[in-house]
């Protein structure tokens, strides 16, 4: 069963934010060569969002292991 709809919603899953975060990166780009001091601004926002999005899920993650071995040092 080629084309299922449940393969086109996984793949949208799983590549949506990587497509989002790197336009709106190519947008911060072209904003800091195109308009000037204010398109900087834009660029540091945008050029910015992919380090704090992979900061966020690093710390998230981290939290998230300390949670579960606590839980599982408790119980024993």
């Known amino acids: 069963m080629h084309g299922?709809?449940?393969r086109s919603r996984l793949w949208?899953?799983?590549?949506?934010?990587?497509?989002?975060?790197?336009?709106?990166?190519?947008?911060?780009?072209?904003?800091a060569l195109l308009w000037g001091t204010v398109g900087?601004?834009?660029?540091?926002?945008?050029?910015g969002a992919p380090v704090l999005v992979v900061a966020w899920v690093w710390v998230r993650c981290?939290?998230?292991?300390?949670g579960q071995f606590s839980r599982a040092a408790r119980g024993k």
């Open 40 to 47: 900087q601004y834009v660029a540091w926002v945008t050029v």
């Open 4 to 6: 299922s709809s449940d």
């Open 12 to 31: 949208i899953r799983v590549f949506a934010a990587p497509i989002v975060i790197a336009a709106a990166t190519m947008a911060g780009l072209l904003a």
């Open 62 to 66: 981290r939290t998230t292991k300390t």
